[in-house]
């Protein structure tokens, strides 16, 4: 429905001011639950990084999510096995793609 804020070249057009930054864990330390990890088209910038990080992060058992802008990654730790179509909507709906589990 929505699309990418990032031109191709990887520039944002939302620009910097007031721009949130990501909340990012390289390595989940969860004891429990499920890490899942997602191939994600789209993600350029700090921007797409951060929206995710929210959209994402707001879902009902999430408790951790880390984006990888480099390899086009998203980490996702919950309480329980994520349901794959729901986050597939809310990346869609944020304007990127889930292309699968990575």
Do not use: F, W
Request: aromatic share 2%; charged share 20%.
């Amino acid at each position: 429905m929505s699309s990418s804020c990032c031109s191709t070249d990887g520039n944002c057009s939302t620009g910097a001011a007031g721009q949130a930054t990501a909340t990012a864990t390289a390595t989940a330390t969860a004891t429990e639950g499920a890490t899942t990890t997602y191939a994600v088209s789209g993600m350029t910038c700090g921007h797409c990084k951060a929206t995710l990080t929210k959209v994402i992060g707001a879902l009902d058992g999430v408790t951790e999510v880390d984006v990888d802008l480099d390899t086009g990654r998203v980490t996702v730790t919950s309480a329980a096995e994520p349901d794959d179509a729901v986050i597939a909507e809310v990346v869609d709906e944020a304007g990127y793609e889930l292309t699968g589990r990575a």
